[in-house]
């Protein structure tokens, strides 16, 4: 399993230090507009003056490249020129809008993959998964796209003559991360990315920034800041943002919810999730099996929706913990895969993934997410107490059964059923589709992305009541004379 490692430098460190993308093994770097020192402000100009950062693959160890962090100062400068762009932004139509995220999912299609290379290179996912997570942006363009033509509204009955009720969305504004549905709302992004990820985060940027010059339309709508606590403290705390979106742990989503509700913000938080999967004992334990390799150590074991806990019938409990050890000695990443959680003497940043028993549900750690491949065993006697281990946690994005029993189903999805975002049947925690709302309850911070109505996060909605006659008669059927 492969941890992502980034390392700041003086900037007066030498700038001799090879790099992978001076190597022509790495030519789609280049071909994504990437060199040995990449600014990390994009604000409708490339710039930047913060500290230098070296960006290293954890699968080599090696520096693929610098980049150029931006400053507070210059974050703030984002904001502004974001603002200024927002005005003529916002007032295409939707249609038109659609139009321009459209060109930026076919740009992405274009750079499926080089950009899946990237990702796989910096993060540290396999390939497929690196590829497969640019075409998640693409599919949510497309779908963006969609939405552009059918942005709804409300129209009411009046219980006053000659008027209308109506309900109109419009965008909030200037708003911190995700694009595509935001950009169809009308909103311009200041998109403070991954500081583990920065060279991600600069390239995607420049083929939007690519398109959106393309067709006249100034690029610091979509504009980049990079950097650490500091950049992000800006953000949070700019009442010219209404919306602040963030995706990372339920600590530091705890604090940006804080602050932004402090100044009457609005945030989309999209946090951690202690995640379990519920195996029956009528359960395939052949296809349960496989979905729990996946849950488990896909992108090694650092996605939001990564299986944390496998909650197994003690009919079938030591079957399929003795699969489930088969399964990941098959595992490839670079060596034989053996247990215990040590870490892999080669190359790079590798560790084996973990397989821990022994322990009850309301044990410390297991109550606690841990990002890592690590997965412990616990054990049920029936879908009640199953159900119980799996709401017994802080966090509720994403949970799963295993079964082939229709009552259980019916009753693990519920309303006593599992209190996670995300309920499955059947298969795993992780790799959910762009089309369903995606996100948690409870300390996942209850936020949506995607799925049938995630845009209004991205507006803000105002009631409207039109008179066209030539009288003024009051609700509720008041007399005021």
């Known amino acids: 399993m492969l941890y992502k490692l980034i390392i700041h430098l003086n900037t007066k460190m030498s700038n001799q230090t090879r790099t992978l993308v001076s190597d022509s093994k790495y030519n789609f770097l280049k071909q994504l507009g990437l060199t040995i020192e990449n600014p990390g402000l994009f604000d409708g100009r ?43 932004w916002s007032s295409l139509p939707a249609p038109a809008r659609g139009e321009i995220v459209r060109q930026i999912g076919d740009e992405l299609r274009r750079n499926l993959k080089p950009l899946g290379q990237l990702v796989s290179l910096e993060m540290g996912k396999i390939l497929a998964e690196g590829v497969g997570e640019v075409q998640e942006y693409i599919d949510i363009c497309d779908y963006a796209v969609g939405l552009s033509r059918m942005l709804p509204g409300n129209l009411f009955p009046s219980e006053r003559k000659d008027h209308a009720l109506l309900e109109k969305w419009n965008p909030v504004g200037v708003y911190g991360w995700n694009s595509a549905i935001a950009m169809v709302c009308g909103d311009a992004i200041v998109w403070k990315g991954s500081p583990t990820t920065p060279l991600v985060s600069i390239a995607t940027t420049r083929i939007i920034a690519s398109v959106l010059e393309r067709n006249g339309i100034p690029a610091s709508i979509a504009s980049l800041v990079t950097g650490g606590a500091d950049v992000g403290e800006v953000l949070v705390n700019d009442k010219r943002l209404p919306l602040i979106s963030f995706t990372g742990s339920t600590a530091v989503g705890r604090e940006v919810a804080i602050k932004v509700q402090e100044r009457f913000g609005k945030s989309l938080l999209e946090l951690g999730g202690n995640n379990a999967l519920i195996v029956a004992n009528d359960a395939d334990l052949e296809m349960a099996v496989r979905a729990a390799v996946f849950s488990c150590v896909g992108t090694a074991g650092q996605r939001c929706t990564t299986t944390r806990r496998l909650i197994l019938d003690s009919k079938i409990k030591n079957e399929f913990v003795g699969r489930l050890r088969t399964a990941f000695k098959t595992v490839a990443n670079g060596g034989t895969i053996e247990f215990g959680g040590k870490q892999i003497d080669r190359p790079g940043f590798y560790v084996e993934p973990t397989i821990i028993s022994g322990l009850g549900s309301d044990n410390e750690v297991i109550q606690k997410e841990t990002f890592a491949p690590i997965v412990y065993i616990l054990e049920t006697n029936s879908i009640e107490d199953a159900i119980a281990q799996n709401n017994s946690v802080e966090q509720g994005l994403s949970s799963s059964l295993f079964t082939k029993n229709l009552s259980s189903v019916f009753q693990w999805i519920g309303p006593h059923g599992s209190d996670c975002g995300i309920v499955n049947v059947n298969i795993g925690t992780s790799g959910a589709e762009i089309g369903g709302a995606f996100g948690g309850e409870k300390a996942t ?24 006659g030539n009288e003024l008669p009051l609700a509720q059927g008041i007399k005021f004379e």
């Open 46 to 88: 490339w710039g930047g003056s913060g500290k230098v950062i070296e960006s290293i693959s954890p699968a080599s160890g090696k520096v693929i490249a610098k980049v150029r962090e931006s400053t507070p100062q210059e974050t703030i400068n984002a904001v502004t020129e974001a603002r200024k762009a927002w005005p003529y």
């Open 445 to 468: 911070g209850g936020g949506r992305e995607s799925g049938s109505d995630a845009w209004k996060a991205y507006m803000r909605r105002s009631t409207v009541t039109i008179n066209y």
